[in-house]
């Protein structure tokens, strides 16, 4: 993007009266519950779906409350512990299960997706978080607390060396049960989400930092820059230097 239409859409963008249309946009979609946090945890803002989850009458009602003010003790320590890892990583947390209470007070499990919003010296000021209900795979009993923690665990270490043999065992299945649960779940098999969560990373750091190709490939989880430039072009069909051209055309 150039210099003239990054600065019309920043213009654009402060001359909006209504700062809240994301969250009355998600207010049309009951099965996602998007909500945003500060720092401490506190919520500044949240949608309708979010609310009747919480048991409340109005929005206004949850605006300052925690997790733990809203939601039973577990899933809120689950949560505080997701948002603890943003704020000290900067990292987003991306297709995370989460254990979720329906309306009728059944349980059933949902897919987040966590951002960091920064402050205009580029400080993490809180989230932004979005989930979407797996009606599905809830019903088909194809997610447990042991499945959901393998997968906190793939998030948190896919820079590291992660044998699929040893996800499954994590989680309590066989390999060829887990593989077919990730596919359900995520519509990818077990290898094929592991290298997304790589190339995921990999695509933020190539677009937000002036890091070596080789450095962005060992962090993202890759044992090598040639091996990030062969999965990063079968993903996405741009070698790495071509994507971060392609997103920041002033580093070209």
């Known amino acids: 993007m150039n210099d003239t239409l990054a600065r019309w859409r920043?213009?654009?963008?402060a001359d909006v009266a209504t700062p809240w249309y994301v969250e009355t946009l998600f207010d049309r979609?009951?099965?996602?519950?998007?909500?945003i946090k500060d720092r401490d945890g506190r919520y500044i803002a949240m949608s309708e779906a979010a609310v009747a989850r919480c048991g409340l009458k109005?929005?206004?009602?949850?605006?300052?409350?925690?997790?733990?003010e809203l939601f039973p003790r577990p899933m809120a320590e689950r949560y505080a512990r997701q948002d603890e890892r943003l704020?000290?990583?900067?990292?987003?947390?991306?297709?995370?299960?989460?254990?979720?209470?329906y309306r009728d007070g059944s349980a059933g499990w949902c897919l987040s997706t966590k951002e960091p919003l920064l402050?205009?010296?580029?400080?993490?000021?809180?989230?932004?978080?979005?989930?979407?209900?797996l009606i599905e795979p809830t019903r088909a009993k194809l997610i447990d607390a042991g499945f959901a923690e393998t997968i906190d665990y793939?998030?948190?270490?896919?820079?590291?060396?992660?044998?699929m043999e040893d996800l499954a065992q994590r989680a309590g299945l066989s390999p060829a049960q887990f593989d077919r649960r990730?596919?359900?779940?995520?519509?990818?098999s077990a290898g094929q989400y592991l290298i997304k969560t790589r190339i995921d990373h990999a695509a933020r750091l190539l677009a937000?930092?002036?890091?070596?190709?080789?450095?962005?490939a060992l962090q993202a989880g890759f044992s090598d820059q040639s091996a990030l430039s062969r999965q990063f072009r079968q993903v996405t069909g741009f070698a790495p230097r071509q994507y971060r051209q392609m997103m920041r055309p002033q580093a070209a």
């Open 182 to 188: 990730m596919k359900k779940i995520f519509h990818l």
């Open 208 to 216: 937000g930092s002036d890091l070596a190709i080789a450095d962005i």
């Open 29 to 35: 979609l009951p099965d996602i519950v998007f909500s």
């Open 119 to 133: 402050d205009a010296d580029g400080r993490i000021v809180g989230l932004a978080c979005i989930s979407k209900d």
């Open 10 to 13: 920043e213009d654009f963008m």
């Open 58 to 68: 109005r929005k206004q009602d949850a605006v300052g409350k925690t997790a733990f």
């Open 154 to 163: 793939l998030l948190e270490h896919y820079d590291s060396p992660l044998r």
């Open 87 to 101: 704020f000290r990583t900067a990292k987003p947390i991306v297709d995370n299960l989460d254990l979720t209470i």
